[in-house]
């Protein structure tokens, strides 16, 4: 972003230095109480340990309850409040739900979905994010705001909006279709080259002027795929654009107060590598289902999502749930001790805040049943002695706050491949974007060693592995990254239905997968997907080192031609018995590898395993018991090593030993053996040596 007063690492500072060590906190939405359990909420909240709280996310219609009437005379009560137990306020733009006045005034801000809807108040986010009255409103309430608090001493980040992208993704009223011209108009300069992007002689498509272009409403069938993946370009950017706009207001009435947004793990609508570069710290929302087996993986890939977004800064959990949250369709609550691990895990992989959605539920409102710190039952609760309980333990580790983890392997994701992958009108839609990186993270999980989720465009040089997931889209520049990473010595592993088309959504000529056919040695003619619950048998071929996996694969099998590589897994079975179902191939000094289908659990892990090992890769401890993860955070001149216990089973502990002794920060720095015993869903903190230099943040205010 070209801003000179854009100085993140100078904001980065402050905020640290105002936390003081690993911030623990909630969506503090006091305004839903009557004003005297503030008062039991700050004695709570410095019981807890709470440093810093999301304040007044959804008070737009208090603060502004008509037209330009702005009364802060509420939350002027609570951020001295705040100030005065010296908690910091991650304080709201208020702009994420229009109050009732601006769509009584104004109902076309309201969104309008692909079929024509028009999307009712009495939720939140409804607002189309290209109204210009929307945005207006907006900017006069972010200025209201920031001009109010602007010196107040809790104010201590600015938290814009809240989860952009949640429930309207993109909006296809009349002003949406202007604006989404306007965008077009700019993308590709004439009509033309945009008939040519879209390949609209395709169903006689071909537009004569920009004025004939609509979003891709419901039709009768499938909308032109260049068009809707415009569209969805075009829906991230109407949305960074209303983010922006309350930005460049906070930065020039507050300077020095870091910005931030939350975005929601897993969301598909909004492009984090996109938005990561307008903002000081990045944050991020995790609500891993607990009735979901394996549920910390996926978590995990989020978690090393968002700090390589952030250029491996630390980052902030700013919310996720104490237990139970109350959107699905049944809600489990969390076991004793997950969320404690959970955080843990979140801190691990990079995070220096840990926040929960929320402090206190409301007693009527859509989200009464959500779990929070402090549940209906009160203090005296399991939940809130268990978040006391962390925030004291969090305040052991203030030498953890700044501290980077340094990986060696690279998963690339990208979310305009996402788009594009998850598109009608493909050969099967069962390959989903996230489900296809978690095959991949999963087994590095697994096999204990670090990973970093990056974009194509990222600085491959630190790594020695590069993994590329079903990336359908990929452009001939990402790829010929990627093969000069390979011809300088990198390693490779590519899955099927990767390097398929542009970025106008159109096939790679000669050949599947067009860019990457030589790195790989292989050409593929067909995809060929499987019925669910269809396996084929793979078999490992001999001659190709120890153990060649073996197992079944399924959801695609590909029809790939060797062109100088060899197979090391082969497809079994009478009529595709000898196919190539994996490959390894030598380009210049590194190695390539391409999977054909979806080998199993065990199989896959083989194969990443070997990618590791061709690479030189080795994970974070020598050994890992299964469900253990190990995460090294380095600061200067010392380490921390991080461990959970992921695992389910009561019966038993697990034992970890270290290479060299460290302390247990977690026990006042008492020396441990170079053995550590983990209960399941144990957590262990070890500083690297006796002696780590003193933390360089200190307290601002207890
Ligand atoms: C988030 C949202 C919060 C709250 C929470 C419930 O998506 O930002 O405001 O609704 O979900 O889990």
Known sequence: MNDTTHRPADRQAALRARLGGIGLGADYNPDQWPEATRTEDLALMARAGVTVVNLAIFAGARVEPARDAYDFTYFDRVMDDLAAHGITADLATMTAAPPPWLVTEHPEVLPVTADGVVLSPGGRRHFCPSSPVFRDRAARLVEAVATHYRDHPALGLWHVGNEYGCHVAECFCDTSAADFRRWLGERYNSVDALNDAWSTDFWSQRYASFDQILPPRTAPTYPNPSQQLDFKRFGNDALRTCFETETAILRRITPDVPVTTNFLAGLKSVDIYDWAPTMDVLSLDSYPDPNRDQAHIGAAMSYDTIRCAGGGEPWLLTEQAPSAVNWRSRNAAKSPGRTRLWSWQAVAQGADVIMYFQWRPSRGGAEKFHSRMVPHAGPDTRVFRDVADLGRELARVPELVGTRIHNRVALLSDWHSRWALELDS??????RHS??????????????????????????????????????????????????????????????????????????????????????????????PADAGVVFPLQGVSGSGDAPPTGTGDLRREDVTLKGARAEVEFAGAEWAGRPAATVHTHGAGIARYIATRPDTAAMRGLIARACADAGVE???????????????????YDVLVLLDHADHADHADEVELPTPRRDLLADGQPTTRRVTLAPQAVAVLGSHPTEPAPTTTPESA
């Open 426 to 431: 493909h050969p099967s839609d069962a390959v």
């Open 435 to 528: 489900d296809r990186a978690l095959d991949h993270y999963a087994p590095l999980f697994d096999l204990g060693v670090g990973v970093d989720v990056v974009h194509p465009s990222a600085d491959l040089s630190d790594y020695r592995l590069v993994i590329v997931p079903s990336l359908y889209l990929l452009s001939t520049e990402h790829a010929d990254r990627l093969s000069r990473f390979v011809a300088g010595g990198g390693s490779l592993v590519v899955s099927f239905f990767s390097g398929i088309v542009d970025e106008c959504d159109r096939v790679h000529l000669g050949g599947y997968p067009g860019p990457l056919r030589e790195v790989l040695g292989i050409s593929v003619e067909e995809f060929r």
């Open 619 to 637: 994970p974070v401890l020598p050994v890992l018991p299964r469900g253990v993860q190990a995460s090294i955070r380095t600061g200067d001149g």
